[in-house]
């Protein structure tokens, strides 16, 4: 292997060095100014990912990018730029949803912030990720800090339980995980993505290859909650602050996405006919099993988590249709739009929630119509996005997902992923009666400047998306992977 | 064995032993009763990997693992043991109600990966030590080859591995912390 460093590698890594740095400052802000200047901390740690945006952008157009850097360890092509753009807004909306809930509860916020920057820079470096050393590590830093995160709450029995859950099985996923990389790296010899697809090109299918991918592909699945290694969802979703599972049903699980399509596309393409079958039945079950059980929940928080769970099954689609571009085309407008509409969701619930875990049952929603109309308004949209309803981003992300389903030759399970967004359409719309059709407590509905922000940002982009799509395709295609 | 594998005659027996008396171990320290037993087994385990480690000609590595696991984690393992009073854990059942449950999912998915563990033709392995040892067309010493792994190869997802080690602290100083008030 040739290695050379060069200096404007360094200048590439301009977005994850700087967020770093910036944790560690907020690190060690908050030790100066304590728990009363905590909305000055929330305010830097909004600019910071912002200027991290700034510097993405910058990245974006500097000309060295073209090859990887860091001795193949990183790469920043267009498709990482994406999900670091898509991993900075889930980040940024999750700072400003965050400010006046975690302000209003005893606990530092100063570590908060700079655990989710921290997890940031976990995920920036996934995005990048070009060999399984650089790609395990990343993901480390971002499961850790989710971990400490779920169970900021510490006092409350709910979030304690949740981070302990979520820290067991994360480890013991982790663990198969790195079991699948360590067996993939024994049949080749390689830690580059790249350097494994030339080598896999060549090589004949053998069974500890196939072992390996099939611990990757477990361990992976575990991190996007499908189905069978979903059961740690709705306890983590529930159990941990609001704007963390905000967060985590979107950052850490796009940049997961990220590394899945990465090391499938790139590396495993060959052997789809191995792993598109245990893929296929995977999303059939976590489409179906995720849409009964949302069924049956009371709790919103859980009936979003097991739709987030239905959500990973659709978006699996997408890695089924591999063989051609439009399954990571698919992918990447369906998480974009993901984004903007689960976030928007678990923000109405924040807006919601007035003490402790109050707010989170669908009853809570009872009358929001009369109680504040635009926020039952925004609510509905976000609600027939999730379902796939047009004009919604939801549904170009569906049509995108079901036709790269058809076209890789999976059309039973296109025909199963509608049926089940039909099935989902009933409990969406119990929360839909509910805000309109249900008389609730008549007390007014305070929201702050940062919580109007979020929602009008999330509202705005599942709108805009689904009135307008073309601009938003036609900068995805440009930021699908070449193989 | 194949051919081609690293350790042959004299030494492939004394990796054999030191890998059966090494796993032994590590599962006597899940079996013990005590956590003083289950502590020393895990010590014994640890300097056995390290024997290991020294027959692969991987001194540093050998030497790192003595130091770091069966010196400063161990003390720590023992600092809990001290602290938490055997006596108490010594009876305690709460994590063996599950046998039945495992005695049958251990097989299922234990045998397949025997199979493909044991039928695979694995790559072959260089039989001298020192084609681990090249950097660029020049051999040098174990602990010189690890550090050009570590700080050229892998420079930035070691530093990634730093800032994990701080949000590890960070995270065990926010959880275990009392809250500010019962501090008062």
């Known amino acids: ?26 690190l060690g802000l908050s030790v100066a100014l304590g728990k009363t200047k905590e909305d000055f901390l929330a305010f830097l740690a909004t600019v910071s990912v912002g200027i991290t945006g700034a510097l993405v952008a910058f990245v974006a157009t500097r000309p060295e990018r073209a090859t990887p850097i860091l001795g193949g360890a990183f790469v920043v092509d267009n498709f990482a730029l994406f999900f670091k753009a898509l991993v900075l807004l889930s980040l940024a909306l999750t700072v400003l949803a965050s400010a006046r809930y975690v302000g209003a509860a005893p606990y530092p916020g100063g570590e908060y912030y700079a ?5 940031g820079v976990g995920m920036l470096f996934m995005a990048s990720g070009n060999n399984l050393i650089s790609i395990y590590v990343a993901l480390e830093l971002m499961a850790l800090s989710s971990y400490v995160l779920a169970g900021y709450f510490k006092a409350e029995p709910k979030s304690t339980e949740a981070a302990l859950k979520y820290f067991i099985l994360g480890a013991f996923s982790s663990g198969v995980l790195l079991y699948g990389l360590s067996l993939v790296y024994g049949a080749g010899g390689v830690m580059g993505l790249p350097e494994l697809a030339k080598l896999l090109a060549s090589a004949s299918r053998s069974n500890l290859l196939m072992l390996g991918i099939l611990l990757i592909l ?19 979703y529930e159990g941990s602050p609001t704007p963390v599972t905000a967060f985590f049903s979107v950052g850490p699980k796009v940049a997961a996405y990220a590394i899945l399509a990465r090391i499938f596309y790139v590396a495993f393409a060959k052997f789809h006919a191995d792993w598109g079958f245990v893929v296929a039945l995977v999303s059939a079950a976590t489409m179906v099993l995720g849409n009964v059980a949302a069924l049956l929940q009371s709790n919103v928080k859980r009936m979003l988590a097991y739709s987030s769970i239905a959500n990973a099954g659709y978006a699996l689609l997408g890695v089924l249709g591999f063989r051609t571009e439009w399954g990571l085309w698919g992918i990447l ?20 929630e007035s003490k402790g875990y109050a707010g989170e049952s669908v009853s809570d929603f009872n009358g929001l119509a009369k109680r504040s109309m635009p926020a039952a308004v925004v609510m509905l949209l976000f609600l027939l996005s999730l379902a796939g309803i047009p004009p919604t981003a939801g549904f170009i992300g569906k049509y995108y997902l079901f036709t790269a389903a058809m076209k890789a030759g999976y059309a039973w399970l296109a025909i199963l992923a509608v049926v089940m967004s039909a099935v989902s359409l009933f409990y969406y719309f119990r929360i839909a009666a509910a805000m309109f059709f249900t008389e609730g407590s008549p007390a007014k509905l305070k929201s702050s400047y940062a919580l109007s922000a979020v929602i009008a940002v999330c509202a705005v982009g599942t709108l805009v998306i689904g009135v307008v799509p073309q601009p938003f395709l036609e900068v995805l295609k440009s930021c699908v992977l070449g193989r | 064995m194949s051919d081609g594998v690293l350790l042959t005659g004299g030494a492939g027996v004394l990796f054999a032993v030191l890998a059966a008396v090494a796993l032994a171990s590590a599962i006597a320290v899940v079996v013990a009763r005590s956590p003083v037993h289950s502590a020393l087994f895990l010590l014994l385990s640890f300097v056995l990997v390290a024997a290991i480690f020294i027959l692969q000609q991987a001194e540093f590595v050998g030497a790192v693992q003595m130091l770091v696991y069966a010196g400063g984690i161990m003390v720590l393992f023992l600092f809990v043991v001290m602290l938490v009073n055997p006596g108490v854990t010594r009876s305690e059942k709460s994590f063996q109600h599950q046998w039945d449950v495992a005695v049958v999912l251990l097989p299922i998915f234990l045998l397949p990966f025997l199979y493909i563990l044991g039928t695979e033709k694995l790559p072959d392995v260089p039989v001298k030590a020192e084609a681990f040892r090249m950097v660029g067309t020049r051999v040098v010493g174990n602990t010189e080859a690890v550090s050009w792994v570590l700080f050229r190869d892998y420079l930035v997802p070691f530093e990634v591995a730093s800032v994990f080690l701080l949000v590890a602290m960070i995270g065990a100083v926010v959880l275990g912390k009392r809250s500010l008030e019962k501090m008062d």
Do not use: C, Q, R
């Open chain 1, 1 to 26: 292997m040739t290695f050379a460093f060069h200096a404007s590698d360094w200048l590439l890594l301009a977005p994850e060095l700087f967020l770093t740095a910036m944790g560690l400052l907020l």
């Open chain 1, 115 to 119: 655990l989710l920057l921290f997890s």
């Open chain 1, 218 to 236: 477990a361990g992976l699945l575990f991190k996007i909650a499908a189905v069978p290694f979903h059961v740690w969802t709705p306890d983590v």
């Open chain 1, 333 to 352: 407008i369906y998480l974009l739009a993901y984004t903007f509409m689960n976030f928007g969701a678990f923000t109405l619930i924040i807006l919601l």
